[in-house]
């Protein structure tokens, strides 16, 4: 029998059970017998989340004696992890699982093998299906599905029957909570829960007739591929640059044969078109999990927030939170969000959002920064956790969320929330405020960007330029590889949008940790060290055609006007003349075809490997500039992975072995005509930009927020004295630099933070 038939056959099984007139704890007993004989399971059972905890409820092959007696906590045991992560489990030897309870009274343990799906209603467990076996097996995918597929059936029963906790009864205690998560973009905010989920109520899983369900998606597919040509025609999603790519995506699904066709399957196995693309998400959720590009995953993120589309529009219930409108301030909740639902709230009463999923790299993210709102991702829990209507604080710069607050909570919040409030007001006034030192000296403040819309920084902060344009980020929230126009666009924009101030643009660093899907499976290889692999320079020098459209590309957008080129992770001088050869390849070849050309073009190096610093005196006279990148020249010195949080606090930038290195490098250009600067986070931080002052930096690239706090430090400082300082602590380091230096700050009126 085909996987659809058996399908439809266990469908159809079900659906009998269900409209019978048997009493529900009788419909619960079937469902585990039918289930077990279509998947030859020796074992199926039903648990049921009650007066807060998962309760035998049906069972055929454990022993009938514990239904009803066997109570597993949320998170306890196999069944509990299922309901706790609201995650199926596939494991062919249940008791190697590091969660695995042993029950005795179930008599369970003659069973090797365990697969268990969540019985999901309104976004929470409410329950488990669970199949065993005795011979260790994994269950296979259309098995998983068939659990699936009856955990939504049964999702209907028990709701209507009342048998497991309702949502009341399943939110919290009403204690205040603090959960932590990923800061994914910084800020604080406060306000009111509102869970994004559209609350969709599935009151159909089986068909009636499949061929009117299979017109009801077609309809709501073209009203969907409308809304979406619709989104890109408005003004706020349609401007161009990123948002750009995130439409292509969107595109790319909407138009998907693939989707629509598994879709049609599942209404072919008897699923009404609500189940249908419920039961493909699911799928899709399922795969996401164990995708580990972050890419990809990120991609398919999008993919759901079609699917809530469609689920919406299928069912006629199209109000999302965005649409019933937002009453008050309000922090966002949702597992995972669209960028498109994102813009579809009112600006001026979102205030933040939290994630259960989510990450960096994720369009949402990108957007969202644009906007202003801060971001908390992989926050644990925060579905099941919190209900609508609680008061929450957003950390997003300390990576908390705290649910139901006590006062003494919300007082000390405040406190925060006003002093942030006042510092942003403060730094916004050295808009206008020139970074000279005490003594006199101009220092270069500059912003790092990688998004059109961050130029509109260099106007609200008063820096002096881009000092470091990271180009990949047009390739990461691409679903394809952006073609030459693309390119042309967007760096055109960016330098229209800078209005004159120069732009350092930086050919892509992607490759490594980076990988962007598209870029041939070489690229997708996993690497053991991918900081250290193929990425950058390295994979731009390899992909000549690569670099020769980006070369291309830059070239055209600047035609008459200047250009920056800086090329990453240059690692030997070598590396340097043959990237910039591609660019003169390029620009002889637009004169030849007597194309208007930059009017000066200043080629540049990051200073990153710290391999180039023992060669500094061969890229003297090759380079105009070097951009100090210390992100990943840290990471190389102290052979300490930047993405990873163990060792995100173990070593200081206020290290001697940092600075003496940076020292050296300053040192060694002085008197050359080489333009030093630093573009790695270090600059950004007071006391870090303190110590590059006083080794002989004079411009700094750094994130726009901390334009008005460095300004502001610039101007206390006089270089004289800090350079005696730090000349000082440098040939005799003290206990702690950063604790000296701290000191040293303060005692000339200088705040550390
Ligand atoms: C750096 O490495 O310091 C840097 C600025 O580049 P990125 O953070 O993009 O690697
Ligand atoms: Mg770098």
Aim: net charge negative; glycine share 8%.
């Amino acid at each position: 029998m085909t996987a659809v038939a058996s399908a439809r056959l266990i469908l159809t099984r079900l659906h009998e059970v269900m409209a019978s007139r048997s009493q529900p704890q009788r419909k619960l007993d079937q469902v585990v017998e039918i289930i077990g004989e279509s998947l030859d399971s020796e074992v199926c059972s039903i648990y049921l989340l009650r007066d807060g905890a998962l309760e035998l409820f049906a069972t055929r092959g454990l022993n009938p004696d514990a239904v009803h007696v066997t109570r597993l906590g949320v998170g306890e045991g196999l069944v509990g992890t299922i309901a706790a992560n609201v995650e199926m489990l596939n494991l062919a030897e249940a008791a190697a699982h590091p969660d695995f309870a042993y029950r005795p009274e179930t008599g369970e343990d003659r069973f090797h093998s365990f697969a268990g799906v969540p019985i999901i209603h309104r976004a929470r467990a409410i329950g488990a299906l669970v199949v065993q076996h005795v011979d260790p097996r994994r269950y296979e995918d259309v098995e998983i599905e068939a659990l699936q597929t009856t955990a939504m059936v049964l999702s209907e029963l028990i709701a209507h029957a009342g048998l497991a906790d309702d949502e009341q009864a399943l939110a919290s205690d009403g204690g205040p909570m603090i959960l932590p998560g990923l800061t994914l973009v910084k800020g604080l905010a406060s306000g009111v829960a509102v869970s994004h989920q559209p609350r969709i109520t599935i009151d159909q899983v089986v068909a009636e007739d499949i061929e009117a369900e299979r017109q009801r998606v077609y309809r709501a597919f073209d009203k969907m591929r409308d809304q979406i040509e619709a989104m890109a025609n408005q003004a706020e999603f349609g401007k161009g640059g990123e948002h750009d790519e995130v439409l292509e995506t969107y595109k790319m699904f909407a138009y998907d044969e693939g989707w629509g066709r598994r879709i049609n399957e599942a209404i072919d196995s008897g699923l009404t078109a609500e189940a249908a693309i419920e039961r493909v998400q699911q799928r899709t959720r399922m795969r996401m999990r164990q995708i580990d590009d972050p890419l990809l995953a990120d991609r398919m993120h999008d993919l759901e927030d079609l699917s809530n589309r469609l689920l919406r529009i299928v069912s006629g219930q199209l109000a999302t939170a965005a649409t019933q409108g937002l009453k008050r301030d309000t922090i966002l909740i949702a597992r995972n969000l669209g960028p498109a639902e994102l813009l579809e709230y009112d600006r001026r009463r979102l205030k933040g959002v939290v994630l259960q999923e989510g990450s960096l790299t994720a369009h949402v993210v990108i957007v969202a920064r644009a906007m202003g709102i801060p971001v908390l991702g992989r926050c644990e829990g925060v579905l099941r956790h919190v209900a609508d209507g609680d008061e929450l604080l957003l950390d997003a710069d300390k990576g908390t969320v705290t649910l139901r607050p006590s006062q003494a909570m919300a007082e000390v919040f405040d406190a925060r929330f006003a002093k942030s409030r006042e510092r942003q007001a403060a730094y916004a006034t050295m808009r206008e405020v020139e970074p000279f030192t005490r003594c006199g000296t101009r220092i270069q403040v500059m912003i790092n960007a990688g998004l059109r819309d961050d130029i509109s920084m260099l106007s609200m902060t008063g820096a002096d330029g881009v000092g470091l344009f990271r180009t990949e980020f047009q390739f990461l929230v691409s679903a394809t590889l952006p073609q030459r126009e693309r390119q042309t666009r967007l760096y055109r924009d960016v330098l229209d949008a800078a209005e004159g101030k120069p732009v350092v643009f930086r050919t892509v660093d992607i490759g490594g940790d980076k990988a962007v899907p598209y870029l041939t499976s070489e690229a997708l290889e996993r690497e053991e060290n991918p900081a250290m692999g193929w990425r950058a320079l390295r994979l731009a020098l390899d992909r000549e055609g690569l670099l020769k459209a980006q070369a291309r590309s830059l070239l055209e957008a600047s035609a008459g006007r200047g250009l920056n080129v800086m090329f990453p992770m240059v690692s030997e001088p070598w590396e340097f003349d043959a990237a910039k050869a591609v660019f003169e390849d390029q620009l002889a070849f637009l004169k030849s075809r007597r194309k208007q050309l930059p009017e000066a073009i200043r080629y540049g190096a990051m200073l990153e490997v710290p391999a180039l610093a023992e060669v500094l005196e061969q890229m003297v006279e090759r380079v105009s500039f070097l951009s100090v990148g210390t992100n990943d020249l840290t990471q190389f010195l102290f052979a300490a992975d930047r993405a990873n949080p163990k060792l995100a606090e173990r070593y200081d930038w206020l290290s001697p072995a940092i600075l003496r290195f940076l020292d050296r490098v300053a040192k060694g250009l002085v008197g050359t005509p080489v333009d030093l600067g630093v573009c790695g986070e270090m600059g950004g931080r007071r006391l870090e930009a303190l110590a590059l002052l006083g080794i002989g930096y004079r411009r700094l690239s750094i994130t726009p927020a901390a334009v008005g706090p460095i300004k502001e430090l610039i101007r206390k400082v006089d270089l004289e004295e800090i350079s005696a300082a730090m000349s000082g602590w440098l040939r005799h380091p003290p206990l702690s630099l950063r604790a000296a230096l701290s000191e040293w700050a303060e005692a000339r009126g200088i705040e550390s933070d």
